[in-house]
């Protein structure tokens, strides 16, 4: 279980004991034949309880049904049925009965839908107050934050604030080639005008003159690829989001090699990760000055 794009959230003091029985009662429930999205909580290992425990680190797994139904799809049947009615009384269906034929269908289409499911992960830190989010986008990590909040009766959470912003301190370590202490840059940059004109480098060594000349010129880093201590590569964003983070391969050789099953390597890679990306925040956090305190 390792996760790949993080958001960060504070939280206050949750509730460990009651919070399995808290999500329990708002567990994901299948697609009715009218319904066009489900949501709740599952269960992340199967047999086991709606809040998975590993050396007091939470793991939850919030999931998404959705029907797929093609608003194409609706708009040819509400075609031919519009047809059919005039054709059938001679007259032409004006633009609101249209609407209502284009509802009606889509009511009728959708039993008939496919469903997709689809799974966010999120890891609570009770010891050090963490929410992370494994997320491709923000509405993603926000749907899982509201879903909580809703089913923990208000659960106070507030997204991770430090006192420099993340792209004046990328801008800054590039500029000088000196990465905070415990990190080295990467190859891999994102720099961005206030005319929004954006220069991206992959796989570039970024000590070049050329870099210098475009944050001179008064572009600042929006993202840029770093290594903490040998041990996780990731992408740092402006918005303070960890991206295409991976985990050295040795450390997850030596977990492989200490399995005896599959469950015993899932909860393995998941103490792995809850504690190399708590260190990691750490000094990430003391990178960025310091985190602000919540209002």
């Avoid at 983070?245 to 990760?273: G, I, S, V």
Wanted: net charge negative; glycine share 6%.
């Amino acid at each position: 279980m390792f996760f790949k794009n993080l958001y960060l959230f504070r939280a206050a003091l949750v509730s460990v004991d009651r919070l399995d029985e808290h999500l329990s009662a708002h567990p994901l429930q299948g697609c009715c034949a009218t319904d066009v999205q489900s949501i709740g909580w599952l269960a992340p290992r199967d047999g086991g309880g709606m809040v998975h425990t590993v050396n007091q680190q939470l793991l939850l797994c919030l999931g998404v049904e959705q029907k797929l139904l093609p608003t194409s799809v609706v708009n040819q049947f509400a075609k031919d049925k519009a047809k059919e009615i005039a054709e059938a009384e001679g007259r032409r269906v004006g633009r609101k009965e249209m609407r209502e034929i284009r509802e009606q269908m889509t009511l009728e289409l959708l039993p008939r839908a496919f469903v997709r499911r689809r799974l966010t992960w999120g890891w609570i830190d009770p010891v050090h107050g963490w929410i992370v989010i494994d997320a491709a986008s923000p509405a993603r990590a926000e749907e899982f934050i509201e879903h909580l909040c809703k089913s923990l009766d208000g659960l106070p959470v507030w997204r991770l604030k430090v006192n420099l912003p993340p792209a004046a301190a990328m801008t800054e370590w590039v500029a000088s080639g000196d990465a905070p202490a415990g990190f080295t840059l990467d190859q891999d940059l994102e720099l961005r005008s206030a005319e929004e004109a954006k220069v991206r480098y992959v796989k570039h060594t970024l000590e070049g003159e050329e870099v210098r000349r475009h944050v001179a010129g008064g572009k600042t880093a929006t993202k840029l690829a770093m290594t903490w201590n040998d041990r996780i590569s990731f992408v740092l964003t402006d918005n303070l989001q960890l991206k295409r983070l991976a985990f050295l391969d040795l450390l997850k050789e030596e977990n492989e090699n200490q399995a005896n099953n599959e469950d015993e390597r899932f909860d393995l890679d998941f103490t792995l990760m809850t504690g190399e990306v708590a260190r990691l925040l750490d000094d990430l956090v003391e990178a960025l000055g310091g985190e602000q305190e919540a209002a």
